[in-house]
C-alpha cells in the first residue's frame, strides 16, 4: 500500500494501480510462448484502463492519456 494521506494524491493512487494491474499480467507473458507480445498487449490494456480512470475524473489527465493509436 501507498504510504499517502488518506485525502489528495488520488493521481498518484490510480498510477500505482494500474502499475500493480500490470505486474501479475507481465509476470503471466513471461511463461507465454511469445512473451513480448503478450507483453504489448497487457502494457495497452491496462494503460487503456488508467486513461480511462483519468478521464473520469475533474483533474488533469496524465499526458500520455491525450495521446492515440502508436502514439
Do not use: I, M, N, Y
Request: glycine share 4%; hydrophobic share 35%; aromatic share 8%.
Amino acid at each position: 500500500p501507498l504510504l499517502l494521506p488518506p485525502t489528495a494524491f488520488a493521481h498518484l493512487r490510480r498510477q500505482a494501480a494500474a502499475l500493480d494491474a500490470l505486474q501479475p499480467r507481465l509476470s503471466d507473458c513471461c511463461r507465454h510462448r511469445t512473451p513480448l507480445p503478450c507483453a504489448r498487449r497487457a502494457w495497452t490494456d491496462v494503460l487503456d484502463g488508467f486513461c480511462t480512470d483519468e478521464f473520469g475524473v475533474k483533474t488533469r489527465q496524465f499526458h500520455c492519456c491525450r495521446r492515440h493509436g502508436a502514439a
